[in-house]
């Protein structure tokens, strides 16, 4: 069977847009995103931060990928134009000898990552409204507009001749020893295409989608060499997907003038289930709160009303952001929006890390990319790297 593409990517958000334009200067690919326009789940539903990465397990994906990612995402910026500020993050704790301030120094160290620690009065001459005992200055994170970066990626993409299709959703795939034959619900109706490799870059319903891939594959073929990377462990695993555990991050806007010029993060959570609800400004300085953690049954995960935020949830929120912002104003929090992470790992658990898993027989693979929660979007142009160095060795 000749294949019409070389590599059909599922899901344009920005892991799928950044291989799309990674892979189409040497494959030719088709992108299927089944909702009306690119990025409108996770990659629009964040803080829209490029982390330094400072906070993830010692070797780990998520720590090289975000190290790589951070600088490939400020070059990108620079040479295309796209809407961004290395606007510094100031880490602040409640006690000036909590050990996790001494724990982020060492990677910061380890890395080579610039990290400061400020006093309380350090702290104070920089963010008079912040009350902490001790803070760490991250001058290397900032903030990215990340619609622009999307658009940007779609666009230089589609330049070296990828096609993106919106309105058509992958149903169901299946492997013919050389290919795959992809049929697509769209607008007007049911279609086919064959296409060499398959990439699974769905987000949220990547761990899902693998289960339907792995459904339309001769199991005898499936070559079953994925990695899982959990923290410094690296287990082999079979091809069985992992359990998805959804956990929905819910953000509230200051309407105000903010008294912040830095991003404020408190100390992140045991576990690293989330960052902590931390202060953001976008590129216009406009404050926003989140997001927190609610783990979410994958059915809520998937209904309609999955993005919706409760206004009951100003009281636990003012009471997290008082921690070190003691004059806030709770009558200026307003309800903004919620994202959901596509986690691997169990309420409690240290988070799992990225996974990059292959099915399929070898001439023709299935590639999924599973709990690509944060830092996924500073780690998207290294992720694209990463899969296809893993096209081209496996
Ligand atoms: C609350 C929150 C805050 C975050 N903050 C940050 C941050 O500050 N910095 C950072 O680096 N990272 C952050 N992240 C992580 C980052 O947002 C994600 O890692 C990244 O957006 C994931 O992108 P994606 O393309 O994998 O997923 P998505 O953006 O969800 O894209 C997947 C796409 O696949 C499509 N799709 C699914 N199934 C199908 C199908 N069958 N057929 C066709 N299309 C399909 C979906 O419609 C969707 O558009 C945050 C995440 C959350 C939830």
């Given at each position: 069977?000749?294949?019409?593409?070389?590599?059909?990517?599922?899901?344009?958000?920005?892991?799928?847009?950044?291989?799309?334009?990674?892979?189409?200067?040497?494959?030719?690919?088709?992108?299927?995103?089944?909702?009306?326009?690119?990025?409108?789940?996770?990659?629009?539903?964040?803080?829209?931060?490029?982390?330094?990465?400072?906070?993830?397990?010692?070797?780990s994906?998520?720590e090289?990928?975000?190290?790589?990612?951070?600088?490939?995402?400020?070059?990108?910026?620079?040479?295309?134009?796209?809407?961004?500020?290395?606007?510094?993050k100031?880490?602040?704790?409640?006690?000036?000898?909590?050990?996790?301030?001494?724990?982020?120094?060492?990677?910061?160290?380890r890395?080579?990552?610039?990290?400061?620690?400020?006093?309380?009065?350090?702290?104070?001459?920089?963010?008079?409204?912040?009350?902490?005992?001790?803070?760490?200055?991250?001058?290397?994170?900032?903030?990215?507009?990340?619609?622009?970066?999307?658009?940007?990626?779609?666009?230089?993409?589609?330049?070296?001749?990828?096609?993106?299709?919106?309105?058509?959703?992958?149903?169901?795939?299946?492997?013919?020893?050389?290919?795959?034959?992809?049929?697509?619900?769209?607008?007007?109706?049911?279609?086919?295409?064959h296409?060499?490799?398959?990439?699974?870059?769905?987000?949220?319903?990547?761990?899902?989608?693998?289960?339907?891939?792995?459904?339309?594959t001769n199991?005898?073929?499936?070559?079953?060499?994925?990695?899982?990377?959990?923290?410094?462990?690296?287990?082999?695993?079979?091809?069985?997907?992992?359990?998805?555990?959804?956990?929905?991050?819910?953000?509230?806007?200051?309407?105000?003038?903010?008294?912040?010029?830095?991003?404020v993060y408190?100390?992140?959570?045991?576990?690293?289930?989330?960052?902590?609800?931390?202060?953001?400004?976008?590129?216009?300085?406009?404050?926003?709160?989140?997001?927190?953690?609610?783990?979410?049954?994958?059915?809520?995960?998937?209904?309609?009303?999955?993005?919706?935020?409760?206004?009951?949830?100003?009281?636990?929120?003012?009471?997290?952001?008082?921690?070190?912002?003691?004059?806030?104003?709770?009558?200026q929090?307003?309800?903004?929006?919620?994202?959901?992470?596509?986690?691997?790992?169990a309420?409690?658990?240290?988070?799992?890390?990225?996974?990059?898993?292959?099915?399929?027989?070898?001439?023709?693979?299935a590639?999924?990319?599973?709990?690509?929660?944060?830092?996924?979007?500073?780690?998207?142009?290294?992720?694209?790297?990463?899969?296809?160095?893993l096209?081209?060795?496996?």
């Amino acid at each position: 069977m000749t294949p019409d593409f070389d590599i059909c990517i599922i899901g344009a958000g920005v892991i799928g847009l950044a291989l799309a334009r990674q892979l189409s200067r040497r494959y030719s690919v088709l992108i299927l995103e089944q909702a009306d326009l690119i990025g409108s789940e996770t990659s629009s539903r964040n803080s829209e931060v490029i982390h330094a990465g400072l906070y993830y397990p010692p070797g780990s994906l998520k720590e090289t990928l975000c190290l790589r990612g951070r600088a490939l995402t400020y070059q990108f910026c620079q040479q295309f134009d796209i809407p961004h500020q290395k606007i510094g993050k100031l880490i602040v704790s409640p006690t000036n000898d909590h050990p996790e301030l001494q724990r982020l120094e060492h990677t910061a160290q380890r890395l080579a990552i610039p990290l400061q620690r400020l006093d309380r009065h350090q702290l104070h001459q920089m963010e008079p409204d912040v009350t902490a005992a001790a803070a760490l200055w991250s001058p290397e994170t900032g903030i990215i507009d990340s619609h622009r970066f999307m658009q940007a990626l779609q666009h230089q993409a589609e330049q070296a001749g990828a096609l993106l299709v919106c309105r058509s959703q992958m149903t169901s795939a299946h492997n013919h020893g050389d290919a795959w034959t992809v049929t697509i619900n769209t607008s007007d109706g049911p279609t086919t295409i064959h296409c060499q490799t398959l990439i699974n870059a769905a987000g949220l319903e990547a761990v899902a989608l693998m289960a339907t891939i792995d459904a339309g594959t001769n199991t005898a073929d499936t070559n079953s060499d994925a990695r899982l990377h959990n923290g410094s462990q690296t287990a082999e695993r079979n091809n069985t997907p992992p359990v998805l555990f959804p956990a929905r991050g819910h953000y509230f806007s200051y309407q105000g003038k903010s008294p912040f010029r830095h991003l404020v993060y408190p100390l992140p959570e045991p576990g690293l289930a989330g960052l902590g609800v931390h202060a953001t400004l976008d590129l216009a300085g406009q404050l926003r709160f989140g997001p927190d953690v609610e783990y979410l049954d994958p059915q809520a995960a998937s209904s309609p009303e999955r993005y919706h935020v409760s206004e009951h949830l100003r009281r636990p929120f003012a009471a997290a952001i008082r921690r070190y912002w003691p004059a806030l104003d709770e009558n200026q929090l307003q309800a903004a929006y919620a994202g959901i992470r596509p986690k691997l790992s169990a309420p409690g658990n240290t988070a799992a890390d990225f996974v990059f898993q292959r099915s399929g027989p070898a001439t023709s693979p299935a590639w999924h990319l599973l709990g690509i929660e944060s830092p996924g979007l500073t780690s998207a142009l290294a992720i694209a790297e990463h899969v296809e160095q893993l096209l081209e060795t496996r």
